[in-house]
């Protein structure tokens, strides 16, 4: 049991506390701003005072509670000895007892209204007295209420304003509970809307989801991070949904999608909306390939390869990748993914007068096998997330498997340069199995509601090299791959594509009949055939005019060819001078220089002139086109021109391709600055074949050795 203090301790206490708090008073009376700054100012003088009354009321209040004294009751007091002393002293200490009452009694008014305060805080008024001593109680005491508490009577919060502050605190509560009320709402919404199934223009797309969550710092699940679903990997994250899910269909994520879409957008006023059928074999189509995007091609995106040595062989996206190694192959291919086309470029696709887009895309942006040394899956995202920007600008999709497992042709833009290991060679029937694997994934995703005013056309495989392939298994092949798309789901209204192989299109007269809106695919160009390319200026342009409009008719005939052709690949561009166009490190056929180690006889027009000053070159078609001549732009022009029109006798065509780094003969938007192809696809040509005469370029002064 602690000592009890006596009585003169007590008078003394008392009397300090109360001359402080009259001489406090006083400095309020005539300086009320000097005493306001004295309670948020520390280093004032007026801060001493302060502290000087907290530690004489602790230091009563504690004597008052020992004696068991109640603050709040009148000032009298139990009978207590008091030693003697003269008559002086008695007659001052009575006359002090009765101020000290007087102000007990003022002083019980001013806290009345504290009582309440004080007793809910009665086990925090007595403090420890280092802290009183050193001058930290007040400092304690405000970091136990709220910042910026205005100072109030006694050194106290006003009670008043706890309430207020009591108010302000539920209210605060109520808003934010709130707040999270909502979120769950939307999360729950999300995660509804993605597992509805609707056939609107206009709704949401069927998932397997069993998740979807909130996208904030920190919220990808554990099991995701690091994944291709952690976002917070992408090197792009632009118009993609950031909402976490695992949903899939058909095995591919459908992670980034929005779950509404609109259907109301058109190309240009020449053509029907999304929601409204294309009426293809009777309305032309009009198109562009994004080439060189998705599924990787040196002679389109030279940068990527140029900073190798011949020595290293990275010639195509295989030894890129494996050059390059996991994580940085990742790195910049995506890079590559997210900066070589972006909805600017759709913007511009749209602007050109186009109303379609063949979309090439390798296996690769669905699965791996084995040893491949591709990014996997990585494309995907891309893929859908161009696919909604097509949809922005009312353009539809021919969407086009570039790439096959085992490599359908050997060629650098299958992704594996050299020997075809598809339907060949010792694993050629288990890369066609995957291939067959391969489409039902894709088209169980491609049949949602979604995407079926987008995605119209869907194509089996890229220029299979089917001259160098034994033709049954490729036939047998091609009739699996067309009932898989169309036991998928698939409207039954799209149009499978199939390429013409190389066997010439007369050849495929009578080839799988039977099969509703299969199209037969063949890609025309001059530059890859030494025939055509030899023709001099004025006989190409009459080829373009005669020779191909002859095979699309051809073609277009049942009774004489396959009955529905298009052309999907061709290019303005009369020589194959374009560096890496006929694979990295190689030259040309227009030059003799195709094989480096071997020269052969050019195969440009008049090739006795390659030992005098006109012999064949190259400089003239890979010059800047700034440098072209008159009479070589308006060629240039006028053969693009003659092809779209033998074209059109069919369902069509799709340019090669929208853009490149640099050769301006291989890029539409390149061709339309140099003033070498039409601005607008739709207006009307300054050529037309058959209503007037084709010029004489070499009288022009246009060599044709250049």
């Given at each position: 049991?602690?000592?009890?203090?006596?009585?003169?301790?007590?008078?003394?206490?008392?009397?300090?506390?109360?001359?402080?708090?009259?001489?406090?008073?006083?400095?309020?009376?005539?300086?009320?701003?000097?005493?306001?700054?004295?309670?948020?100012?520390?280093?004032?003088?007026?801060?001493?005072?302060?502290?000087?009354?907290?530690?004489?009321?602790?230091?009563?209040?504690?004597?008052?509670?020992?004696?068991?004294?109640?603050?709040?009751?009148?000032?009298?007091?139990?009978?207590?000895?008091?030693?003697?002393?003269?008559?002086?002293?008695?007659?001052?200490?009575?006359?002090?007892?009765?101020?000290?009452?007087?102000?007990?009694?003022?002083?019980?008014?001013?806290?009345?209204?504290?009582?309440?305060?004080?007793?809910?805080?009665?086990?925090?008024?007595?403090?420890?007295?280092?802290?009183?001593?050193?001058?930290?109680?007040?400092?304690?005491?405000?970091?136990?209420?709220?910042?910026?508490?205005?100072?109030?009577?006694?050194?106290?919060?006003?009670?008043?304003?706890?309430?207020?502050?009591?108010?302000?605190?539920?209210?605060?509560?109520?808003?934010?509970?709130?707040?999270?009320?909502?979120?769950?709402?939307?999360?729950?919404?999300?995660?509804?809307?993605l597992k509805k199934n609707t056939t609107s223009g206009s709704g949401s797309t069927t998932t397997s989801a069993s998740n979807?969550?909130?996208?904030?710092?920190?919220?990808?699940?554990?099991?995701?991070?690091?994944?291709?679903?952690?976002?917070?990997?992408?090197?792009?994250?632009?118009?993609?949904?950031?909402?976490?899910?695992?949903?899939?269909?058909?095995?591919?994520?459908?992670?980034?999608?929005?779950?509404?879409?609109?259907?109301?957008?058109?190309?240009?006023?020449?053509?029907p909306a999304l929601k409204d059928k294309w009426e293809y074999g009777t309305r032309v189509i009009r198109g562009i390939n994004?080439?060189?995007?998705?599924?990787?091609?040196?002679?389109?995106?030279?940068?990527?390869?140029?900073?190798?040595?011949?020595?290293?062989?990275?010639?195509?996206?295989?030894?890129?990748?494996?050059?390059?190694?996991?994580?940085?192959?990742?790195?910049?291919?995506?890079?590559?993914?997210?900066?070589?086309?972006?909805?600017?470029?759709?913007?511009?696709?749209?602007?050109?007068?186009?109303?379609?887009?063949?979309?090439?895309?390798?296996?690769?942006?669905?699965?791996?096998?084995?040893?491949?040394?591709?990014?996997?899956?990585?494309?995907?995202?891309?893929?859908?997330?161009?696919?909604?920007?097509?949809?922005?600008?009312?353009?539809?999709?021919?969407?086009?498997?570039?790439?096959?497992?085992?490599?359908?042709?050997?060629?650098?833009?299958?992704?594996?340069?050299?020997?075809?290991?598809?339907?060949?060679?010792?694993?050629?029937?288990?890369?066609?199995?995957?291939?067959?694997?391969?489409?039902?994934?894709?088209?169980?995703?491609?049949?949602?509601?979604?995407?079926?005013?987008?995605?119209?056309?869907?194509?089996?495989?890229?220029?299979?090299?089917?001259?160098?392939?034994?033709?049954?298994?490729?036939?047998?092949?091609?009739?699996?791959?067309?009932?898989?798309?169309?036991?998928?789901?698939?409207?039954?209204?799209?149009?499978?594509?199939?390429?013409?192989?190389?066997?010439?299109?007369?050849?495929?007269?009578?080839?799988?009949?039977?099969?509703?809106?299969?199209?037969?695919?063949?890609?025309?160009?001059?530059?890859?055939?030494?025939?055509?390319?030899?023709?001099?200026?004025?006989?190409?342009?009459?080829?373009?005019?005669?020779?191909?409009?002859?095979?699309?008719?051809?073609?277009?005939?049942?009774?004489?060819?396959?009955?529905?052709?298009?052309?999907?690949?061709?290019?303005?561009?009369?020589?194959?001078?374009?560096?890496?166009?006929?694979?990295?490190?190689?030259?040309?056929?227009?030059?003799?220089?195709?094989?480096?180690?071997?020269?052969?006889?050019?195969?440009?027009?008049?090739?006795?002139?390659?030992?005098?000053?006109?012999?064949?070159?190259?400089?003239?078609?890979?010059?800047?086109?700034?440098?072209?001549?008159?009479?070589?732009?308006?060629?240039?022009?006028?053969?693009?021109?003659?092809?779209?029109?033998?074209?059109?006798?069919?369902?069509?065509?799709?340019?090669?391709?929208?853009?490149?780094?640099?050769?301006?003969?291989?890029?539409?938007?390149?061709?339309?600055?140099?003033?070498?192809?039409?601005?607008?696809?739709?207006?009307?040509?300054?050529?037309?074949?058959?209503?007037?005469?084709?010029?004489?370029?070499?009288?022009?002064?246009?060599?044709?050795?250049?």
């Amino acid at each position: 049991m602690a000592p009890r203090t006596d009585r003169s301790a007590a008078a003394r206490a008392s009397e300090e506390y109360y001359r402080s708090k009259r001489h406090r008073r006083r400095r309020q009376d005539h300086s009320p701003s000097r005493n306001a700054r004295s309670y948020n100012d520390p280093t004032t003088s007026e801060s001493t005072t302060t502290t000087l009354s907290a530690l004489a009321l602790a230091k009563l209040d504690a004597i008052n509670e020992k004696q068991g004294w109640d603050e709040y009751e009148p000032v009298s007091q139990p009978k207590r000895a008091v030693r003697k002393q003269g008559t002086d002293y008695e007659a001052e200490r009575r006359d002090r007892d009765r101020r000290a009452a007087r102000r007990e009694q003022r002083r019980r008014k001013e806290t009345e209204d504290h009582n309440h305060y004080r007793e809910s805080r009665k086990s925090r008024r007595v403090v420890s007295g280092p802290l009183l001593e050193d001058g930290e109680y007040e400092a304690q005491y405000h970091r136990s209420t709220r910042k910026n508490d205005p100072p109030l009577p006694g050194g106290y919060p006003d009670y008043e304003d706890e309430k207020a502050r009591k108010r302000k605190r539920r209210k605060w509560i109520w808003i934010i509970s709130g707040i999270l009320l909502v979120i769950i709402i939307v999360s729950i919404g999300v995660g509804v809307a993605l597992k509805k199934n609707t056939t609107s223009g206009s709704g949401s797309t069927t998932t397997s989801a069993s998740n979807t969550y909130i996208a904030s710092p920190g919220s990808i699940p554990i099991e995701a991070q690091g994944t291709i679903l952690d976002f917070s990997t992408w090197y792009d994250t632009t118009d993609f949904n950031l909402t976490f899910t695992n949903a899939t269909v058909g095995g591919l994520s459908i992670i980034g999608l929005n779950s509404t879409w609109d259907d109301n957008k058109q190309a240009n006023i020449n053509v029907p909306a999304l929601k409204d059928k294309w009426e293809y074999g009777t309305r032309v189509i009009r198109g562009i390939n994004l080439g060189g995007w998705l599924s990787i091609e040196p002679f389109i995106t030279p940068s990527l390869f140029n900073q190798y040595s011949t020595s290293q062989g990275v010639v195509d996206e295989w030894t890129l990748c494996q050059t390059l190694g996991t994580a940085k192959a990742k790195a910049t291919i995506e890079k590559h993914y997210a900066t070589f086309v972006n909805e600017q470029t759709f913007a511009d696709i749209q602007a050109a007068g186009f109303d379609h887009i063949r979309l090439p895309y390798p296996y690769w942006a669905v699965t791996t096998y084995d040893s491949d040394p591709y990014v996997p899956q990585v494309a995907w995202r891309y893929l859908l997330r161009g696919l909604e920007y097509a949809r922005k600008y009312g353009l539809r999709i021919n969407l086009d498997l570039h790439a096959l497992p085992g490599s359908q042709n050997g060629w650098n833009h299958s992704g594996h340069l050299g020997q075809i290991g598809w339907l060949n060679g010792t694993d050629g029937a288990l890369n066609a199995q995957r291939s067959l694997d391969i489409h039902k994934q894709l088209t169980t995703f491609f049949a949602q509601p979604r995407y079926a005013n987008l995605v119209t056309m869907y194509g089996l495989a890229n220029e299979p090299r089917m001259v160098d392939l034994h033709l049954p298994p490729v036939i047998a092949w091609t009739t699996s791959a067309i009932a898989v798309v169309r036991s998928s789901g698939m409207s039954n209204d799209t149009i499978i594509v199939i390429g013409d192989g190389f066997l010439g299109l007369r050849n495929w007269q009578g080839v799988l009949s039977g099969h509703e809106n299969v199209l037969l695919d063949a890609h025309q160009y001059v530059v890859f055939n030494n025939d055509q390319l030899s023709l001099a200026h004025t006989p190409k342009i009459e080829f373009a005019c005669q020779g191909w409009a002859q095979q699309t008719n051809q073609s277009m005939n049942p009774g004489t060819g396959f009955g529905n052709f298009l052309c999907g690949e061709w290019s303005q561009s009369d020589t194959d001078c374009q560096p890496w166009l006929n694979n990295v490190g190689t030259g040309a056929r227009w030059d003799g220089t195709l094989n480096p180690s071997s020269p052969s006889v050019p195969v440009c027009p008049n090739p006795a002139t390659k030992s005098s000053s006109t012999r064949c070159d190259c400089t003239l078609a890979n010059a800047d086109p700034g440098k072209y001549s008159t009479a070589y732009k308006q060629w240039l022009k006028m053969f693009a021109e003659a092809q779209m029109q033998s074209y059109e006798l069919g369902w069509g065509w799709f340019y090669w391709t929208w853009q490149t780094e640099t050769g301006t003969q291989w890029s539409w938007k390149k061709g339309v600055a140099a003033g070498i192809l039409p601005s607008n696809v739709q207006a009307q040509r300054e050529f037309v074949c058959g209503t007037m005469p084709v010029p004489d370029f070499g009288a022009m002064g246009l060599g044709e050795a250049y």
